[in-house]
């Protein structure tokens, strides 16, 4: 399984990102994907999960301003984020959510300045 996101870089506070993730090596049609992140410190979260059908998934800290996505045909996953805060500020990685993850890609570094 490989797993690339793309996308990420060095903002202000309210700016937007587009994060990319191209997945290959599993049936991505089977699995419900998502986007984590980890800042400095703290644990990896999930803050989004797109379904196969386009279903989403916010955590209540993202939710009206990150919005995920997905393209079945190119096996490519996205979160765009509008109003970036500096609490942002982490390593965004996207994996799958159910069946949950078994390896990790490298991420991708989003910091947000004020």
């Known amino acids: 399984v490989q797993l690339q996101a793309s996308g990420g870089g060095l903002v202000q506070a309210g700016d937007s990102l587009r994060l990319s993730c191209a997945v290959s090596?599993?049936?991505?049609?089977?699995?419900?994907m998502g986007w984590y992140r980890q800042a400095p410190g703290k644990q990896r979260e999930l803050v989004a999960a797109?379904?196969?059908?386009?279903?989403?998934y916010y955590a209540d800290s993202v939710k009206g301003r990150f919005t995920g996505s997905r393209d079945n045909a190119k096996n490519t996953v996205y979160l765009q984020m509008n109003n970036l805060k500096p609490e942002d500020t982490a390593v965004y990685y996207c994996?799958?959510?159910?069946?949950?993850?078994?390896?990790w890609g490298q991420g991708t570094q989003v910091t947000v300045s004020s």
């Open positions: 090596g599993l049936r991505f049609d089977d699995y419900v």
């Open positions: 994996n799958t959510v159910s069946p949950p993850p078994t390896v």
């Open positions: 797109i379904s196969r059908g386009g279903s989403t």
